[in-house]
């Protein structure tokens, strides 16, 4: 699987869009993108994965760049429960094991 | 809702005994998995089962077994607890081949 870089932490205010950045140069052309969070003293939650084109649901918007080396995980309106260490994660949609491995995520605080 | 549980939140262990975890899904996925999640090192896979009765190592398998005898259950059996087995313990289930993996609140273990 590709190794992906993300900052370590970002601020965002309450009610602002938040925009988590994700650099995965080495992906392969099979591979998507996932992301998901972890609240404090809970277990990870999914929150969305694209291959190549946008994508958007309820909880947020994934902006995956034209040559995929990179991406962005949109909070459109993020709120104090927002608050998370995001992880970004390249791999196929399927393989062996159907394992996830993160790596040391964005933590994002959202102030008032 | 798909809901994981694990039988315990906290525990606490004595080096040497045998520690049983428990981890239970209603969804009735195939795929269920244990992580251990520890400061620095992100999510590392211990185990994994694709079917019941089925069992993969996954990269960190030493120290540890796993059972699931029936399809909703997925117990993590540490034979004689460590010290260095101290650490918050994730299972989680999926269905099939997607990568939407749904997480239990955790175990955090102590082992004395």
């Known amino acids: 699987d590709a190794k992906t870089t993300q900052p370590p932490s970002m601020d965002c205010a309450e009610g602002r869009a938040a925009n988590l950045p994700c650099n995965h140069s080495t992906i392969s052309g099979n591979e998507y993108v996932y992301w998901y969070r972890q609240i404090h003293s809970q277990g990870p939650q999914y929150i969305i994965h694209?291959?190549?084109n946008n994508e958007t649901n309820e909880m947020a918007s994934l902006i995956i760049t034209e040559d995929r080396k990179s991406s962005t995980l949109i909070l459109p309106h993020a709120t104090l429960r927002d608050t998370a260490v995001y992880y970004c994660i390249v791999r196929t949609s399927y393989n062996a094991g159907n394992m996830l491995t993160f790596g040391g995520g964005t933590r994002l605080m959202v102030k008032p | 809702d798909v809901k994981v549980t694990q039988s315990s939140r906290y525990l606490v262990k004595r080096t040497g005994e045998k520690v049983f975890l428990e981890c239970v899904q209603d969804m009735d996925h195939e795929n269920m998995f244990w992580y251990r999640q520890d400061p620095g090192l992100g999510l590392r896979l211990i185990y994994f089962s694709y079917d019941v009765k089925m069992k993969e190592k996954g990269d960190i398998p030493e120290g540890y077994s796993v059972s699931r005898e029936k399809k909703e259950r997925f117990s993590l059996i540490l034979e004689s607890a460590s010290t260095n087995q101290t650490s918050m313990y994730l299972c989680?289930?999926?269905?099939?081949?997607?990568?939407?993996?749904?997480f239990g609140p955790g175990t955090r273990l102590t082992v004395l």
């Open positions: 989680a289930s999926s269905f099939g081949v997607s990568n939407e993996q749904f």
């Open positions: 694209g291959l190549k």
